[in-house]
């Protein structure tokens, strides 16, 4: 993040009455292709006019981030709203997962795959766009969904490693300018990456199965979409069965690339198509005779192998926008949690 400014709290009270339902709106200026901490502060008065006292607070730097999301929940916010993309997301994901506060996303971020997930457009500069975004969340239901966990780091949308972790720890963090043209700039560097790379020697484990080769890509996913929202990787996938996705795909060569991504593209992998190996377990083991490059929820890390995925059932509470699809949910008449 930049910027050395001092952080800035802004609070929203309709009233000025204490016992009100309350809001955090925790907003990571450095996420998405342009400046969005006017539209983020008009946010909450939509809370406000809604009956929320809100409060707004602005990461200046990454490490504050985190500790902001923290303090909301400590201070029991019912709801803590984070502005920003899927590494926020998932780094929210993290701190709230098992406290009574529900994720909710205004979706300032480059690709945003969570919130299209919910059915929620980009945030934009149009007029109403951050009042219809504010007021759906407002109004919106609370469920419970699960998350993954990969050596103790939890994650909501997807880990996994292979020729993507190699892009992602590869661009991440990306400048301003470079999120411009994301998709273009994300298969320049996979088509780089896979030349004359060979592929990841792994063995996958779970129960009731094994395999074992060179691959390309190893990937536990929550819900459906992947490759920043391009692409429908696991169409059945559910947040809150307690099972994760998982797909490998076979390869090592830049043709073998190509085949996989088109097949991926034309959704030929989910009919059975040669090349792919999936199943749904609650747990699976990635082993490797060295560290294994990873990406959580979009962003890079390094984890020590093996590495053990697992579910945590229905161990965040997020909040779905009024008027949301509810197909990434088993149940679509779930009870809704009061809150």
Do not use: C
Request: overall charge positive; glycine content about 10%; proline content about 5%.
């Amino acid at each position: 993040m930049d910027g050395n400014g001092p952080r800035r709290a802004v609070h929203y009270n309709p009233t000025g009455t204490e016992r009100m339902r309350s809001a955090w709106i925790v907003h990571n200026p450095a996420a998405g292709r342009l400046p969005s901490e006017i539209l983020v502060r008009r946010a909450a008065d939509v809370f406000a006019s809604r009956g929320w006292s809100a409060r707004v607070e602005t990461a200046r730097r990454r490490y504050e981030l985190k500790d902001l999301i923290r303090r909301a929940a400590e201070a029991g916010a019912e709801r803590v709203v984070v502005a920003g993309g899927d590494g926020t997301v998932g780094l929210a994901a993290n701190v709230l997962r098992g406290t009574s506060s529900a994720l909710a996303v205004i979706p300032s971020g480059t690709a945003n795959v969570w919130a299209r997930e919910l059915g929620t457009p980009p945030l934009t500069w149009a007029p109403g766009s951050v009042e219809r975004i504010a007021d759906s969340l407002a109004e919106g239901e609370i469920r419970l969904a699960d998350l993954g966990e990969a050596n103790g780091r939890a994650f909501l949308l997807w880990a996994g490693t292979g020729l993507d972790a190699r892009v992602v720890n590869m661009v991440e963090p990306r400048r301003r300018l470079d999120k411009l043209l994301p998709t273009m700039l994300y298969i320049i560097h996979t088509f780089r990456s896979a030349y004359n790379w060979g592929g990841l020697d792994l063995e996958i484990a779970w129960p009731g199965g094994r395999v074992a080769g060179r691959y390309l890509v190893a990937v536990a996913s929550n819900i459906r979409s992947y490759g920043g929202g391009l692409l429908q990787l696991a169409p059945q996938a559910y947040v809150d069965d307690g099972l994760l996705d998982f797909w490998i795909l076979e390869g090592r060569t830049v043709g073998d690339t190509v085949v996989r991504m088109l097949q991926l593209f034309r959704r030929s992998h989910a009919r059975g198509a040669a090349g792919f190996v999936h199943f749904r377990a609650a747990e699976a083991e990635f082993r490797s005779a060295s560290d294994l490059a990873m990406h959580y929820d979009g962003e890079p890390g390094l984890a020590e192998a093996p590495v053990h995925v697992r579910v945590l059932p229905k161990a965040l509470r997020v909040v779905v926008p009024r008027g949301a699809p509810t197909t990434l949910f088993e149940n679509s008449r779930q009870a809704v949690l009061a809150g």
